[in-house]
């Protein structure tokens, strides 16, 4: 039973102590940085509490707010990720955080019209893929596609159709 939270909670009165003193405190407004080793990502290395490691942003949190709500992880309003003033951090779904991060993903979330200026909405996007598309742009490129092939290959009157007749190794070409 138990868990880390809890265990965190229970933790003996100095690891506080010793936590705070490897953090820069400034205003209550200004980022407080971790002054211990930080991993290649660039956030507080993990900090230990009776043998569990933390991260020191999560540690920060729960020792003056409270546990981080199931389901949720902490995003750093500041966009400081050694920053562990709680005021800086807010428990927000994983969806969440990544939007508002500067990944390929959130900056592509973040577009509301594709290269050419047409705009992504309900009308004129759909799923390519798993990627957003624009009709528009889909519409266009179909249209040069046939104004190529009808300069490639006209169409004629045969018994009254108007079929084409593709050149020999063209990928429509049938032999009769």
């Not at 992880?73 to 807010?90: G, T």
């Not at 993903?105 to 509301?112: E, F, G, I, Q, W």
Request: hydrophobic share 30%; aromatic share 8%; proline share 8%.
């Amino acid at each position: 039973m138990g868990g880390p939270i809890n265990q965190l909670l229970t933790m003996h009165k100095n690891t506080p102590e010793k936590f705070w003193k490897r953090v820069d405190k400034r205003s209550p407004d200004e980022c407080w940085l971790w002054l211990g080793p930080l991993n290649e990502d660039g956030y507080g290395e993990r900090f230990y509490v009776n043998g569990k490691r933390f991260q020191v942003h999560v540690y920060s949190y729960t020792i003056s707010v409270g546990p981080v709500p199931p389901g949720l992880q902490l995003d750093h309003l500041c966009r400081v990720r050694h920053c562990v003033n709680p005021k800086h951090l807010e428990p927000v779904t994983c969806k969440v955080n990544i939007l508002r991060g500067v990944s390929n993903a959130a900056l592509n979330a973040k577009k509301t019209h594709c290269p050419k200026g047409h705009p992504y909405n309900s009308v004129n996007t759909y799923l390519r893929r798993g990627l957003r598309a624009c009709r528009e742009c889909a519409r266009q490129r179909n249209r040069e596609f046939s104004k190529a092939r009808n300069k490639a290959v006209p169409r004629i009157t045969i018994n009254g159709k108007r079929v084409r007749i593709y050149p020999e190794g063209w990928p429509n070409h049938k032999t009769a």
